[in-house]
């Protein structure tokens, strides 16, 4: 089993940074694979950013690409979403998922471990 708990999530002004935390417990935290996801009421679940086992390979959402940045820290068992430029349509629950991969998948369902998510919310 992983556990995963995310922090950072606000309330921010379009324009603004925030920067998300997925801490990690459990089992080894390299051995897997980690994605953000987000989901806005009404909206089914999106994909936004993933990263590889080790951290050399990253891949992005068109939506979020060249605003956000997924990163790892493998020595504090941490993922991190930083995200810049926010505008109000990124305003949803961010969730951090974990997969026994070494490549991380877009597709939610290929997920094995879930937080219970972080809100973010983008005034205008």
């Known amino acids: 089993q992983v556990q995963l708990v995310e922090s950072g999530g606000g309330l921010v002004q379009a324009g603004g940074s925030l920067r998300l935390s997925c801490a990690a417990s459990g089992r080894t935290f390299s051995n897997y694979a980690m994605g953000w996801f987000r989901q806005a009421p009404g909206k089914e679940r999106e994909f936004v950013a993933a990263?590889?086992?080790?951290?050399?390979?990253?891949s992005y959402s068109a939506s979020v690409k060249s605003r956000f940045t997924i990163s790892r820290d493998n020595a504090k068992n941490t993922v991190y979403l930083q995200m810049n430029s926010l505008k109000p349509e990124d305003t949803a629950g961010y969730y951090c998922?974990?997969?026994?991969?070494?490549?991380?998948?877009?597709?939610?369902?290929?997920?094995?471990?879930w937080g219970l998510g972080t809100q973010v919310t983008v005034s205008s």
């Open positions: 990263i590889s086992r080790g951290g050399s390979s990253t």
């Open positions: 998922a974990a997969v026994d991969s070494y490549i991380a998948s877009k597709s939610g369902s290929r997920y094995d471990y």
